[in-house]
């Protein structure tokens, strides 16, 4: 079948409901992965939080049958290796080093989440591989350095392989509900000395004086989405860095799918003093921000981890992802979980030693998923 190929600019090219009907049809039966949604990708752009002034230029592949968007994947031309959690600072380095260019380069990916999810989203096998054919003829056109492909689930990371991309591997760690009726039912299950120190987390902080406030997102107000934006920005500055996504993402996203998110604000003598941001679909939650304008020792672990832990067991949500990276989230009970990008580079000299390198990496990343689960924080 021949498809019209086109590169899209922004996402109201393909509109809100052929690129949500396509979404849709990636998983039928189950609820679309909240991050992909013409919602949340459309709030990233328009509230300039990824945008070419950012470094992150919107060129959506996308393939048409007639009218029908048959195949589609986010795609961007990147300036720069930040907000994508696999870190390629080396390769660039070696390259500027070599009097070589990397950037731009062209990048698959959900701007600043770290999360597992369909990359080639089509209505069928035919329209994907397409779609992957479409990919390697324009990464050839652009003359760019190398494309990358960030979290796809392992087929689609097997598909890019069988058309010359290198696979890489990574770790998460991932919470997942035994059918637990309460959070005193999940504690059991862990070692004691886990168990006691999750009580000792958790008791420090209700001594301090702090009350936990769960908000669903059809309920947040204005002052909610203000005061959270605030608590998110003052983190990053006491990291002495600048945050990636402003106010008007949040309140985009606040009233554009609400019924997918959930703040957790921490109180004390009547006023907030800290907030996290977490969305979820029927069966998965993903752990996204936090932030905090006082410190109390253990608030992180309770607003972020403790108290999104008791809204999963009382939910019935399967899955907790925890976002990259962060071994101490064993001890609270998650799970390693192996991730996936995939990476084509042009320059010959430069893929043979990416290349090598990756199957170095991979034997250290196996070994170090066997050491992680022999710490298995579970009793045996």
């Known amino acids: 079948m021949t498809y019209r190929t086109g590169v899209l600019s922004s996402l109201s090219e393909a509109g809100a409901e052929a690129w949500d009907a396509l979404l849709a049809r990636q998983a039928p039966g189950a609820q679309a992965n909240p991050f992909l949604s013409y919602a949340f990708l459309h709030a990233l752009h328009e509230s300039g939080s990824a945008s070419a002034k950012t470094g992150w230029q919107p ?3 996308a393939l048409w049958d007639g009218e029908e968007l048959a195949a589609a994947m986010p795609l961007y031309v990147k300036s720069h290796s ?3 959690y696999v870190f390629d ?9 070599n009097g070589v260019e990397y950037y731009p380069k062209l990048l698959s990916a959900i701007p600043f989440t ?3 999810g369909p990359r080639l989203l089509a209505r069928d096998d035919a329209a994907r591989a397409a779609l992957v054919d479409a990919l390697c003829t324009l990464q050839r056109a652009t003359g760019l350095s190398s494309t990358h492909v960030l979290y796809p689930p392992q087929e689609q990371a097997l598909q890019l392989q069988a058309a010359g991309f290198m696979l890489r591997s990574n770790v998460q760690f991932h919470w997942l509900n035994q059918g637990y009726d309460s959070f005193d039912a999940f504690l059991a299950t862990l070692e004691h000395k886990k168990r006691k120190n999750i009580r000792a987390e958790r008791r420090k902080v209700a001594e301090a004086g702090v009350t936990l406030r769960r908000v669903r997102g059809v309920e947040a107000t204005e002052a909610d989405w203000r005061f959270f934006h605030r608590c998110y920005k003052n983190t990053y500055a006491e990291h002495h860095s600048s945050p990636y996504l402003n106010l008007d993402f949040f309140q985009r996203i606040g009233a554009a799918m609400p019924a997918s998110l959930l703040l957790v604000f921490a109180e004390r003598a009547g006023r907030p003093i800290a907030a996290s941001l977490l969305i979820h679909t029927a069966d998965t939650l993903y752990g996204r921000y936090w932030g905090a304008i006082e410190h109390v020792p253990c608030l992180h672990f309770e607003t972020a981890y403790y108290q999104p832990l008791e809204f999963c067991i009382e939910q019935g949500i399967a899955t907790f992802e925890g976002g990259a990276q962060g071994e101490h ?3 609270r009970g998650f ?5 996936w990008s995939a990476h084509w580079l042009a320059h010959p000299a430069f893929a043979d030693a990416i290349e090598r390198f990756l199957a170095r990496e991979s034997g250290g990343i196996e070994a170090y998923m066997d050491e992680l689960n022999e710490r298995n924080p579970f009793k045996t």
Do not use: I, S
């Open 59 to 61: 060129q959506y592949l």
């Open 82 to 84: 930040y907000g994508e």
């Open 335 to 339: 799970l390693p979980t192996q991730t």
């Open 89 to 97: 600072w080396a390769w660039a380095d070696a390259y500027h080093r």
């Open 329 to 331: 989230k064993m001890a």
């Open 114 to 116: 770290p999360v597992t």
